[in-house]
């Protein structure tokens, strides 16, 4: 485990400067694993801090999208916005509350699992805002676009707006205990799942079927009930391979080491 910022060093050659020895290699360890290894799981608590400001350099980079923000460089070399937000143009917001630290979270875990990995999962307790808020309208179209499945349990609780139950209690947030200090906005779980390069015995499922589909002259035809129904049975089926494939790889190392054989049961001499 290293200490780290998980939102920095993935990309950039440069990083900060670390002139403790020890501190130096806990740096160039966590460096080397956002580099070079093959992550299929991000699971968080992110930090819950909504005016964390203006990001800086790449952690810009990754509220940029959401925000559907362009940069060029002006005379000077520093990046600025060129052009409307697609916010604005598109959904006609102008104030966006997209500098809350959560958003970035969620949007390297999109990158690095939603579009760069072959297929992985990524689960994150977190501000509940963006489901509804009028700021995520393309945090969330993105995020439906690169992942296949999405499980959200909302565990409300929003004491800013005073969030009521049904039953017309106060509904606390699940970090509450009672003092009325601590975190007040509503909180939601939520998995991301994503499969689309998934392969099977060399096989990517998904893609597969749906090249299969395209070759049958159902090209261009939307899907039909019964067929969406098919392609989401088959993402939430490699989806729960994907979470049971370390315990049935060794059940089946253990079963396989205890197999009969063929001459256990006679069947062979
Ligand atoms: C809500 S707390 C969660 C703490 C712990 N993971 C848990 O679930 O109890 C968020 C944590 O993220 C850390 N944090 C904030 N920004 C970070 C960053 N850029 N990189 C890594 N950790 C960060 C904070 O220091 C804080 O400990």
């Known amino acids: 485990m290293f200490l780290t910022n998980a ?17 130096r290699e806990e740096h160039e360890l966590a460096r080397h694993v956002k580099r070079d290894a093959r992550i299929i799981v991000v699971l968080g608590n992110p930090p819950y801090n909504r005016f964390a400001g203006a990001a800086i350099a790449e952690e810009a980079d990754l509220v940029d999208h959401y925000k559907g923000i362009r940069r060029r460089p002006d005379r000077k070399g520093k990046a ?15 104030k966006q509350l997209l500098d809350d630290l959560y958003i970035r979270f969620f949007r390297l875990a999109e990158t690095r699992i939603g579009e760069k990995a072959e297929y992985g999962i990524v689960s994150f307790i977190s501000n509940s805002s963006y489901l509804t808020g009028r700021s995520h309208p393309i945090m969330r179209e993105s995020l439906l676009t ?6 959200i349990d909302n565990t409300h609780g929003n ?6 139950t ?23 779980i939520t998995t991301f ?14 893609k ?16 039909t009930l019964p067929d969406a129904r098919h392609l989401r049975s088959m993402v939430q ?18 079963t396989a080491a205890e197999a009969f054989t063929a001459e256990d049961l006679g069947l062979r001499s």
């Open 146 to 151: 690169n992942f296949h499945e999405i499980w």
């Open 193 to 206: 799942v994503a499969v689309w390069r998934y392969e099977l015995g060399g096989y990517p499922v998904i």
């Open 237 to 254: 089926r490699l989806a729960a391979l994907l979470v049971l494939q370390e315990q049935m790889d060794a059940l089946y190392e253990k």
């Open 208 to 223: 597969k079927w749906l090249g299969y589909r395209h070759a049958g002259r159902a090209a261009g035809r939307p899907l």
């Open 80 to 94: 600025r916005q060129a052009g409307e937000s697609l916010l604005y143009t598109r959904w006609g917001i102008r």
């Open 7 to 23: 939102l920095t060093g993935w990309d950039d050659p440069a990083q900060i400067k670390v002139n403790f020895p020890e501190l």
């Open 159 to 164: 004491r800013i707006a005073s969030e009521r």
């Open 166 to 188: 049904p039953w017309g209690d106060s509904c606390e947030t699940i970090f509450s205990f009672g003092t009325g200090f601590g975190n007040k906005v509503g909180t939601c």
